[in-house]
T-cell receptor
Framework: NAGVTQTPKFRVLKTGQSMTLLCAQD?????MYWYRQDPGMGLRLIHY???????AKGEVPDGYNVSRLKKQNFLLGLESAAPSQTSVYFC?????????????FGEGSRLTVL | RKEVEQDPGPFNVPEGATVAFNCTYS??????FFWYRQDCRKEPKLLMS???SGNEDGRFTAQLNRASQYISLLIRDSKLSDSATYLC?????????FGKGTMLLVSP
């Protein structure tokens, strides 16, 4: 099993450009999450989904949109990238309803906005 | 008070030392607590859950003090491979809140 796969792993954008990060999981998890991690800030939740067709805002949702059209995929979109969105983005999935607390993370996507 | 607070460190210890990290949380209604480990430029991974009665996994011991709202992680006989950032994690209804992490550096 691949677990959680993120694409792309690296990307450089210019201010104002748009892009989509794709997260795919093959564990049949209900819950999926997008986090960003910045130096000194820790992991901050952007958006999450508790099931196919549902999404919810996290701690820092502004400037991002998400979609969960299929259970195994969770897309994170940047409509008009800004330098403040330079970060490492992690997708994660879980059986959170069982409250085991184990999130399975992808390897991260490093985004630079110039 | 921030939701989950940790001393960022770094904690510099020699191999074989015992080291302890603490983490405080603000939401008294939190039900579940965890320690994650994150290696440099890698994704976080679950290290262990934290139970009210305390729990041990090899060289690692986790404790929870609900009255004082803190969690601790004790690492005995530190190894070079223990060098990493340790994230304290507290559950909410649908999500987990991560602390900023405590960096541990174990030297020969």
């Amino acid at each position: 099993n691949a677990g959680v796969t993120q694409t792309p792993k690296f990307r450089v954008l210019k201010t104002g450009q748009s892009m989509t990060l794709l997260c795919a999981q093959d564990m049949n998890h209900e819950y999926m999450y997008w986090y960003r991690q910045d130096p000194g800030m820790g992991l901050r939740l952007i958006h999450y989904s508790v099931g196919e067709g549902t999404t919810a805002k996290g701690e820092v949702p502004d400037g991002y949109n998400v979609s969960r059209l299929k259970k195994q995929n969770f897309l994170l979109g940047l409509e008009s990238a800004a330098p403040s969105q330079t970060s490492v983005y992690f997708c994660a999935s879980s059986w959170f309803r069982r409250n085991t607390g184990e999130l399975f993370f992808g390897e991260g996507s490093r985004l630079t906005v110039l | 008070r921030k939701e989950v607070e940790q001393d960022p460190g770094p904690f510099n210890v020699p191999e074989g030392a015992t080291v302890a990290f603490n983490c405080t949380y603000s939401n008294s209604a939190s039900q579940s607590f965890f320690w994650y480990r994150q290696d440099c430029r890698k994704e976080p991974k679950l290290l262990m859950s934290v139970y009210s009665s305390g729990n041990e996994d090899g060289r690692f011991t986790a404790q929870l003090n609900r009255a004082s709202q803190y969690i601790s992680l004790l690492i005995r006989d530190s190894k070079l491979s223990d060098s990493a950032t340790y994230l304290c994690v507290v559950s909410g209804y649908s999500t987990l809140t991560f602390g900023k992490g405590t960096m541990l550096l174990v030297s020969p």
